[in-house]
């Protein structure tokens, strides 16, 4: 398997725009998590589904951040509009969730800069 | 206070020595832990996780729990300079759930 994909890997923007990224799981998993990585606040959860449907969405900071997961195998994180301090780098990641141990398998990330 | 702390470091090791991590969290229900191992420019993968109090050993690891004290501790012993990353715990409530809290990570030096 190829792993957990994530698009673009770099990202750069201007304020205001809209910015969508996003992920591929690795096949068979059915827990999707979406993360933000941040010096200052370090690696934060913003969201994660299960088959599908999203369980816990009290990490996303605001109104501006929406996330959808379609099907199995694609999400997407979406900013409209975009600001300065979202700039971050964003982790997917998927596990299988009936497998009892808790191994979360993380894509290589978005580099998001908005300027 | 913080779900999960770290020491940020950085934690400078020389070669061969042990290196040790710390990790403390604040719910005390909190059943599982894990240690994710960053390199710079990367993206986390887990190298050792812990259910019950007590040591856990893997090749050069070592994962201690101490729930009582609300701690877990992660040791490598003849540190090469390829562990050179930052450490991540990570908690989760309940044994088997998905949602994990993140400490800030430990910056980790392994000196030749």
């Known amino acids: 398997d190829a792993g957990v994909i994530q698009s673009p890997r770099h990202e750069v923007t201007e304020m205001g725009q809209e910015v969508t990224l996003r992920c591929k799981p690795i096949?068979?998993?059915?827990?999707l998590f979406w993360y933000r990585q941040t010096m200052m606040r370090g690696l934060e959860l913003l969201i994660y589904f299960n088959n599908n449907v999203p369980i816990d969405d009290s990490g996303m900071p605001e109104d501006r951040f929406s996330a959808k997961m379609p099907n199995a195998s694609f999400s997407t994180l979406k900013i409209q509009p975009s600001e300065p301090r979202d700039s971050a780098v964003y982790f997917c990641?998927?596990?299988f969730g009936s497998g009892g141990l808790v191994e979360q398998f993380f894509g290589p990330g978005t580099r998001l800069t908005v300027l | 206070q913080k779900e999960v702390e770290q020491n940020s470091g950085p934690l400078s090791v020389p070669e061969g020595a042990i290196a040790s991590l710390n990790c403390t969290y604040s719910?005390?229900?909190?059943?599982?832990f894990f240690w994710y191992r960053q390199y710079s420019g990367k993206s986390p993968e887990l190298i050792m996780f812990?259910?019950?109090?007590g040591d856990k050993e893997d090749g050069r690891f070592t994962a201690q729990l101490n729930k009582a004290s609300q701690y877990v501790s992660l040791l490598i012993r003849d540190s090469q300079p390829s562990d050179s990353a930052t450490y991540l715990c990570?908690?989760?409530?309940?044994?088997?759930?998905?949602?994990?809290?993140f400490g800030q990570g430990t910056r980790l030096t392994i000196n030749p």
């Open positions: 990641a998927s596990s």
């Open positions: 990570a908690v989760s409530l309940h044994q088997g759930a998905q949602k994990l809290v």
């Open positions: 096949s068979g998993h059915d827990y």
């Open positions: 812990i259910y019950s109090n």
């Open positions: 719910d005390r229900g909190s059943q599982s």
